[in-house]
């Protein structure tokens, strides 16, 4: 189940990352599903002493990488995608307080 998990959380990052870095726009869609993906990480990993290598560096790598794109954009994009990343970040927070 974990490695289901991380192949989610994965897949849901990457949708969203990549949309970005590619210039192709905000996707609230693959926001939303990031979102989920690391809701349900929090859930499972909640009660254990550990957390997957794999999703750690995932969730860990989150900010970085979508602040580094909002500077591919200007004006409010950029600040929405800023937005958005302290979101996710608050959200990973959470997910694993």
């Not at 499972?44 to 750690?56: M, N, T």
């Not at 989150?62 to 929405?80: H, K, N, S, V």
Request: net charge negative; proline share 2%; charged share 30%.
């Amino acid at each position: 189940m974990t490695a289901d998990l991380v192949g989610l959380l994965e897949e849901a990052a990457t949708r969203f990352v990549i949309a970005l870095r590619m210039n192709e726009g905000f996707d609230k869609g693959a926001l939303q599903e990031l979102h989920e993906a690391i809701d349900r990480c929090g859930k499972a990993w909640r009660e254990s002493d550990q957390v997957p290598k794999r999703g750690a560096l995932i969730l860990a790598e989150l900010f970085p990488a979508i602040d580094a794109c909002a500077w591919l954009y200007e004006g409010e994009m950029r600040q929405r995608i800023v937005e958005a990343g302290v979101l996710v970040s608050e959200r990973v927070t959470v997910a694993l307080d």
